[in-house]
């Protein structure tokens, strides 16, 4: 039972133009969202977040949408970057009890920033 | 350092034999994950644990794999007569319990050969 999808394995775009990667989940509970990055041997790092009381969150040239009533969030980067072609994995996390905020991540994909 | 520390890097070891992987997670992180990548995937969840509370364990795939952590410090990955599709960048990550956002180590990389 996967409750983070992303159904894009691979997408590919022109340096300068918009990426937009999507994400969607099936847990209700879900009331944070988190974008990460991963380069090839390397551990992935955090990119940006959204709790699910907002609806966007802008940080440069990253930002996150989020859409409650269709369980879906997406990625926008704008320019996109040769150095921006990485694994971008999408997380979700719940409130389980306590201070508990296990994360559960998509299958990623793969941004290939084109120059 | 203050990042999350994993060892080793890299470990190639013979079909069958025991492995153990390491995780040094940053000070002061109650929350430990572990995951791994097999090549071509995604992250897959294995096990996680948050401070005094019993770990999540509903990710390991079967019962040669285990893991352990000592209060909030050390966490070991304990993977039993290894087989070949164990192979995979195994991942630990971090976190305060109250923030959900984690910090990963650089990951080791299995190899059953």
């Known amino acids: 039972d996967q409750q983070v999808k992303q159904n894009s394995p691979s997408l590919s775009v022109q340096e300068g133009r918009i990426s937009i990667l999507n994400c969607d989940y099936t847990?209700?509970?879900?009331?944070?969202f988190l974008w990460y990055k991963k380069y090839p041997a390397e551990g992935p790092t955090f990119l940006i977040s959204?709790?699910?009381?907002?609806d966007k969150n802008e940080d440069g040239r990253f930002t996150v949408f989020l859409n409650k009533s269709a369980k879906h969030l997406s990625l926008h980067i704008v320019p996109s970057q040769p150095g921006d072609s990485a694994v971008y994995f999408c997380?979700?996390?719940?409130?389980?009890?306590?201070?508990?905020?296990?994360?559960?991540f998509g299958k990623g994909t793969l941004l290939t920033v084109n120059p | 350092g203050a990042g999350v520390s994993q060892s080793p890097s890299n470990k190639v070891t013979e079909k069958g034999k025991d492995v153990e992987l390491r995780c040094d997670p940053i000070?002061?992180?109650?929350?430990l994950y572990w995951y791994r990548q097999r090549l071509g995937q995604g992250l897959e969840f294995l096990i996680y644990f948050q401070g005094n509370s019993a770990p999540d364990k509903s990710g390991l795939p079967s019962d040669r794999f285990s893991a352990e952590r000592t209060g909030e410090s050390v966490s070991t990955l304990t993977i039993q007569r290894t087989q070949q599709e164990d192979s995979a960048v195994y991942l630990c990550?971090?976190?305060?319990?109250?923030?959900?956002?984690?910090?990963f180590g650089q990951g080791t990389r299995l190899t059953v050969v």
């Open positions: 997380a979700a996390s719940a409130w389980s009890g306590g201070s508990n905020y296990k994360l559960t």
């Open positions: 959204i709790s699910s009381i907002k």
């Open positions: 990550a971090s976190s305060l319990g109250t923030d959900p956002e984690a910090f």
């Open positions: 000070s002061g992180h109650t929350a």
């Open positions: 847990n209700s509970m879900f009331d944070y």
